[in-house]
C-alpha cells in the first residue's frame, strides 16, 4: 500500500491547520493511502521535535529522512508556507527535493506584515505539486512564477448535533440568555475587543473558545477584565456542542487565510458576523450573507426574529438566510466536494495508488 505522509509544526491539535489535515488524511485514506502524521508537536504518529514552532535547532537532514523514509507521497501543511520556523523549513525543502510532495499553503509569508520581507517561502520544484486554500493566494503565487490549485476546506454537510439545553448548561447558560460564540486561539488578527464589543452591544455572554497564544496573554487578560458583558473563556467538548449552544457567532478578524467557523456556522444554521478580511469577500462573492461587525441592530434583529412572538416578516427573512448560507456552504465547501477534486488533483499528478 501506498504511504503518505502529512508533515507540519504540529499536528492533532485543534488550531485550523490540523483539523484540515484530519479531512484531507481521511479523503486520501479512501483513495487507498496509508496515512502517517509527522511533526514537532501533537498526538500524531511521529513526532520530530525541530520541526516544532518553538524549537531551539531544526531537525537534522538524517532525522527528517529517516522520518519520511517509508513515505510515497508526503503533503507539507504549510511549513513551507509560513516562516513560523524557517531554519526546520529549509530542511524540508533539501530533504524532500526531487521527491513526489505536495505543498498545501494555507498562509504565505507576505499576507502577514511580520513575514512580507522573506522571498524564501514558498519554494518549488520541478516534482512538488502546489494547492492553495482561497483563490487569493492561488493569482498571488502566479504572481510570483509559482502555479497551483485552489482547493476549499471541506465541510461535514450534515454535522452531527448536540443537544442545545445540555450544552448551554455546561456552560451555565441559561436558557433566556444570548450567547455570543468566537471560536477562535486569542489572538491579534481575531479581533478580540469587537467580538465583546459585538456581545455587549447584544446585551449577550460572551463565550471565547481559545486560549490566548503568540504573547497575547496580557492583551486578553486586560480585554476581558474590561469587558462590561458577561465572559465565558473556555473550550467546547465537540464542535457541534459550540453550534448548539450559540445564538450568533461572532467572527471578526481582520485577517484569515480562510476561516472555518462562518462555514461550519452555515452547517449548522447560525448567524455569524464576519469581517471584511479578502478571503470572506471571495466567500461573499458566491452569495453568503453574513452581518457586518457594526451592523448589531441587524444581528439583534435576527436574533429577535427567532422568538415566535415577533414579526413574521423577520422570522422568514432570518429562515431564508440561514437556508441560503447552508446551500451554498454544502455546494462549494462540503467535504464530498474537497475529496472529490482532491481525488482528482492526486490522478492528475500521477500518485494515485
Not at 504518529?45 to 514552532?53: E, N, T
Not at 467535504?335 to 481525488?343: F, I, N
Request: glycine fraction near 6%; charged fraction near 20%; charge should be negative.
Amino acid at each position: 500500500m501506498s504511504r503518505c505522509a502529512f508533515l507540519s509544526f504540529r499536528l492533532g491539535l485543534a488550531d485550523g491547520v490540523s483539523i484540515v489535515t484530519n479531512s484531507w488524511a481521511r479523503a486520501l485514506a479512501g483513495i487507498g493511502f496509508d496515512i502517517v502524521t509527522v511533526a514537532g508537536e501533537g498526538p500524531i504518529d511521529r513526532i520530530v521535535p525541530g520541526l516544532a514552532i518553538d524549537a531551539q535547532e531544526p531537525p537534522s537532514t538524517g532525522e527528517l529522512e529517516l522520518a519520511l523514509d517509508d513515505c510515497d507521497l508526503v503533503v507539507v501543511e504549510n511549513l513551507l508556507s509560513i516562516p513560523l520556523n524557517l531554519p526546520a523549513s529549509r530542511v524540508v525543502a533539501n530533504v524532500l527535493s526531487g521527491r513526489p510532495a505536495l505543498l498545501h499553503h494555507h498562509d504565505p509569508p507576505w499576507q502577514r506584515d511580520r513575514f512580507a520581507h522573506i522571498d524564501e517561502l514558498p519554494p518549488d520544484d520541478p516534482a512538488w505539486r502546489h494547492v492553495t486554500i482561497n483563490d487569493l493566494t492561488r493569482h498571488e503565487m502566479a504572481d510570483r512564477g509559482i502555479t497551483a490549485t485552489t482547493i476549499y476546506n471541506g465541510f461535514d454537510a450534515y454535522p452531527p448535533m448536540a443537544d442545545r439545553e445540555a450544552s448551554r448548561a455546561l456552560l451555565g447558560v441559561a436558557d433566556d440568555e444570548t450567547l455570543v460564540a468566537h471560536p477562535v486561539r486569542a489572538i491579534e488578527r481575531k479581533n478580540i475587543a469587537k467580538a465583546i464589543e459585538i456581545a455587549t452591544k447584544l446585551d449577550a455572554t460572551y463565550w471565547l473558545l481559545g486560549a490566548a497564544e503568540d504573547g497575547y496573554d496580557d492583551t486578553l487578560a486586560r480585554l476581558l477584565a474590561n469587558a462590561t458583558c458577561r465572559v465565558i473563556n473556555q473550550p467546547a467538548e465537540t464542535r457541534a456542542q459550540i453550534y448548539a449552544a450559540a445564538d450568533l457567532v461572532a467572527f471578526p478578524s481582520t485577517w484569515e487565510g480562510f476561516g472555518n467557523p462562518p462555514i461550519e456556522a452555515a452547517m449548522y444554521r447560525k448567524p455569524v458576523a464576519v469581517g471584511t478580511y479578502a478571503v470572506a469577500e471571495e466567500f461573499r462573492s458566491l452569495g453568503f450573507s453574513w452581518f457586518d461587525p457594526d451592523d448589531t441592530a441587524g444581528m439583534a434583529a435576527v436574533l429577535a426574529g427567532a422568538d415566535p412572538t415577533t414579526a413574521a416578516a423577520t422570522a422568514t427573512a432570518t429562515r431564508e438566510m440561514l437556508d441560503n448560507n447552508q446551500r451554498l456552504a454544502r455546494k462549494h465547501l462540503s467535504y464530498e466536494t474537497m475529496a472529490q477534486r482532491l481525488a482528482v488533483f492526486i490522478d492528475d499528478a500521477g500518485w494515485t495508488p
